[in-house]
């Protein structure tokens, strides 16, 4: 389960105490990945071609083709060619496996 938040309230407690609160809003781009657990504050902006790791706290944008994670989530590297490769031989992998099934 992942929880996605575009509410926020003041921070004086007076002025919230009037029930005031707005939103700001959040985008996800296409083909993005969200692990278990995530958080995604109010105003952030996720790319598209993302992996967001479990239990990642989303506070800032988040670039297009990364992968990020953590608290606060950060990006730690760039989706590359190589993964591509990679991930293209396990999935070739699979289904010759499958069919020997």
Not at 4 to 29: C, F, M, N, Q
Not at 30 to 55: E, K, L, M, Y
Request: with cysteine.
């Amino acid at each position: 389960m992942c929880g996605i938040y575009a509410a926020l309230h003041p921070i004086d407690a007076a002025v919230r105490s009037t029930g005031l609160e707005y939103a700001k809003e959040i985008t996800i781009g296409n083909d993005v990945w969200i692990g278990g657990g995530v958080t995604i504050n109010a105003g952030v902006n996720i790319g598209s071609n993302v992996v967001i790791g479990s239990g990642s706290v989303v506070t800032r944008d988040i670039p297009d083709n990364v992968v990020a994670f953590g608290n606060p989530c950060r990006v730690h590297r760039s989706i590359t060619e190589e993964d591509k490769r990679y991930w293209t031989e396990q999935l070739n992998l699979y289904l010759a496996e499958k069919e020997e099934k």
